[in-house]
């Protein structure tokens, strides 16, 4: 509670107070001769009146000043104004009193769930601990970090700027960025991300990068930036109490003079249009659609998953078609041998060795596979004596020696290879012991031979006799030229990527969460991109894809979906053209109101037609806005390395183990921390959720007022069932809105 | 230049009332007031940004009396 809070919270207790001694005097007819005194009994009713109203009296003189008048400031002081007119003097205090108190009481809900989002984002630290030349460690702020110093981050302490360990070992928490709660291992050379929490270990790290460009800052920045991004239903609200209020003005104006020139009773037609204000106030919706997406998406940054704005997050709730990248998004992106397939007559070790060998010097993911592949077989072969080949095979066993090596970009290697151990690999084949070879090929040299190793195309365009593998996965053949010029095929060597542990519980989840189609694109060979899509349950797979490709296809299947809407629910959405032209560009603009107002706020004949249809076709709009059919939204999944423009391309953009990296978090709508698959259908579940409660407080509060509003008019109800449907909807709205925090 | 205030505003239509008129003023390319997380990002001109951002203020101040900005 903020000191203005309690200072607020003072005055409406002693109103209260006051408000209820003279009630219970007066019923009880402690003081007739005062009491009975309409002056008197005024004055004194205006003393909690003035107690707590002096505010909401100021700022509704203030918006007439400004010329913006028509807000709930207004509404109050015009309604309460005209309770005392007619000698409600009771109740104009108690409008203003349980107005004062639902007003508190925002403030309050707001300020706790913005705590409690800003506590979630507790991740900014406080000091780092500069490490000076001469040893010594000074404690300065975060923002005076330079790239390059070196600090101590302390036990539990959190790490100020993102940097590398040079010394010290540690286990980090991670939790505030990830929602991970397992620690990481740090040691030296571990890159660290700043706003995590060190261990029990003392660790000193280079800043790699200031404050302000680190992890931390941009996250925060991210979030806070978040609540700018505008829904449409928070739109569509901001826009509807624009109109809203002016129009309610003039119905109560209406209500209060006509009935009255017609019965020749103005005092109970005041009171009753007074009544009809108190209700008519749109705070609830103001305030509670707003906290709802702001604790959507703090619901989502306590589990490592940052939306960048409300917009999205009711985007995502009406996703109908997951489209994701393969590699490193469902599958963990790291490669491995699956299975060698030797030439007949080559040893299979033999085979692994030259490739591994050959790739000694690659940093291509595939090539550390491969080598790591012969690295297990070396330690696995000590221990299993299966008599097929001989145990303990290192480097040395074939004895041989890389020559000269050349990429060929997009096909593979060739490279040089030589070394005695190589005759006995190949002896089985009888086309290497042709001894013109040396003088034939002029890449061959003494005592080596040129060794292909790559894809398809490389063995073709040297010529290579070879039948290609229908195998499933990446295919790297290897073969060799031998001197005659007649290359020959040696085998080859599979590589599989591993689908991520929970790729497929995640995938049921989000079809689950109400996601209708998956779709798995991918850059890979139809085949292989085909099995894993198989393994997953994808409903459809694209393959053999070029980043660009994949762009176009997000673009296709966007179209897909908008073909889909109009062959089934379009009914609504033809009707009134496109929604999302209709509905943006003139929810009763601004137009219908100054019209109205022009008129003295007294709309007759066709006039009054004419607002009677705005409004009717604004409401139309609105339920357009409920029941819509619009297309359901594709959501793109990817790792963000290079699916940068499908990222933006597609309605929601995610982008998944993106911690420390800077281009996803650019490009992406919805930014995943760690590369947990499972957090999406949370997150889908997250969106349902919140875009689900803003309905339901839109609804709520709508139909109560337009209940209680008709009961006004007729008399049915009186100002306390008003302040009721002012405050106590607000209330319950906002309750409901806070339900997104606990969760 | 934008810069981020930390501000004091009561409720989401004082904030946009508040943002509109700030928006007005000469030399103001962009403002935001943002309710929920209390924050204030001005961005206008370099060379007279304090003299924009008291202008800001004032002006804020006279629509919403309990607008106010932590410098």
């Not at chain 1, 033809?574 to 209709?582: F, L, V, W």
């Amino acid at each position: 509670m903020s000191r203005k809070q309690k200072k607020e919270l003072c005055k409406i207790v002693a109103a209260l107070f006051l408000f209820a001694f003279l009630m219970l005097s007066e019923k009880m007819g402690m003081f007739p001769s005062a009491f009975g005194n309409p002056w008197v009994n005024f004055l004194l009713y205006l003393c909690p009146y003035l107690l707590c109203g002096l505010p909401v009296l100021r700022k509704a003189f203030l918006g007439m000043r400004n010329r913006q008048p028509f807000d709930e400031s207004f509404l109050m002081f015009v309604a309460t104004v005209g309770a005392f007119a007619t000698g409600e003097n009771s109740e104009a205090v108690a409008v203003m009193v349980f107005y004062q108190v639902g007003e508190w009481f925002q403030s309050y809900a707001v300020g706790k769930s913005r705590k409690s989002i800003s506590d979630l984002m507790n991740i900014v630290p406080d000091t780092a601990n500069v490490e000076r030349e001469n040893g010594e460690v000074e404690e300065v702020d975060p923002e005076e970090v330079r790239i390059g110093d070196v600090l101590r981050v302390l036990p539990g302490e959190k790490i100020p700027v993102d940097g590398i360990v040079i010394s010290g070992k540690s286990m980090i928490d991670t939790a505030a960025l990830t929602g991970e709660s397992v620690p990481r291992a740090a040691r030296e050379g571990t890159e660290l991300v700043s706003g995590c929490i060190n261990g029990e270990g003392m660790l000193r790290i280079r800043a790699l990068k200031e404050f302000q460009d680190s992890t931390v800052s941009r996250i925060l920045e991210l979030v806070e930036n978040a609540s700018e991004n505008k829904s449409k239903t928070e739109n569509f609200i901001t826009r509807f109490a624009r109109w809203y209020t002016p129009v309610v003005v003039f119905c109560a104006l209406a209500l209060a003079i006509v009935p009255s020139l017609v019965t020749g009773n103005p005092g109970v037609w005041i009171y009753r249009a007074c009544t009809f204000l108190v209700i008519s106030c749109p705070c609830a919706l103001v305030i509670s659609i707003p906290l709802a997406f702001f604790g959507g998406i703090g619901a989502s940054s306590r589990k490592g998953i940052l939306v960048k704005g409300s917009n999205y997050l009711e985007l995502m709730s009406d996703v109908h078609m997951l489209v994701s990248d393969k590699t490193g998004t469902l599958t963990e992106g790291s490669f491995r041998v699956s299975e060698i397939i030797p030439a007949e007559g080559v040893p299979e070790d033999a085979l692994l060795c030259l490739a591994a060998k050959a790739e000694e010097a690659s940093l291509h993911p595939i090539a550390k596979s491969i080598r790591e592949a012969w690295e297990a077989f070396c330690a696995r072969g000590a221990d299993e004596a299966d008599g097929k080949y001989c145990a303990g095979r290192t480097d040395e066993t074939f004895g041989i020696s890389l020559g000269e090596s050349r990429n060929i970009p997009g096909q593979g290697v060739v490279s040089v290879l030589a070394g005695e151990g190589l005759e006995k690999i190949i002896s089985s084949d009888s086309q290497y012991q042709n001894s013109e070879r040396q003088k034939t090929n002029p890449e061959v040299k003494q005592g080596g031979f040129v060794f292909l190793l790559g894809n398809e195309e490389l063995l073709r365009s040297y010529g290579v006799p070879f039948e290609e593998s229908e195998h499933e996965g990446k295919i790297v053949y290897a073969a060799c030229l031998a001197g005659s010029g007649r290359p020959s095929y040696l085998g080859a060597i599979l590589i599989g990527d591993r689908v991520k542990p929970h790729a497929m519980e995640a995938l049921r989840e989000m079809k689950r969460a109400g996601v209708k189609e998956t779709v798995m694109l991918s850059g890979d060979r139809e085949e292989y991109a085909k099995a894993v899509g198989r393994e997953l349950e994808m409903d459809r797979v694209y393959a053999g894809l070029l980043p660009q490709d994949k762009v176009s296809k997000v673009e296709e299947l966007i179209e897909e979906l908008e073909s889909a809407s109009n062959d089934s629910g379009g009914t609504v959405g033809n009707a009134y053209g496109n929604r999302d032209q209709s509905s943006d560009g003139e929810l009763c603009s601004d137009g219908t109101n100054r019209k109205a107002v022009g008129n003295g706020g007294f709309p007759q004949g066709d006039e009054s037609e004419e607002l009677l249809d705005k409004i009717s076709r604004c409401l139309f709009r609105a339920a357009v806005l409920f029941n819509r059919r619009s297309r359901g939204r594709l959501c793109f999944l990817g790792d963000g390395v290079n699916d940068a423009p499908v990222l933006s391309r597609a309605d929601v953009g995610i982008a998944m183990g993106s911690l420390g990296s800077d281009a996803a978090i650019e490009a992406a709508d919805i930014v995943v921390m760690d590369d947990d698959l499972m957090k999406i259908p949370v997150l889908v579940r997250i969106a349902r959720r919140t875009v689900g409660i803003a309905k339901q407080n839109i609804v709520f509060a709508l139909f109560t007022k337009l209940l209680i509003l008709c009961l006004g008019a007729f008399g049915f109800a009186n100002m306390w069932l008003a302040v009721f449907a002012d405050v106590g909807v607000a209330v319950l709205c906002i309750l409901n809105s806070m339900r997104l925090l606990r969760g | 230049m934008k810069k981020k205030f930390k501000c004091e505003i009561d409720c989401a239509n004082c904030a946009a009332k508040v943002e509109e008129a700030v928006k007005k003023l000469e030399g103001v390319n962009d403002a935001k007031v943002n309710f929920l997380t209390q924050k204030f990002t001005l961005d206008a001109d370099d060379g007279r940004f304090e003299d924009i951002l008291q202008q800001a203020i004032a002006v804020g101040k006279k629509i919403e009396p309990d607008f106010s900005v932590a410098l």
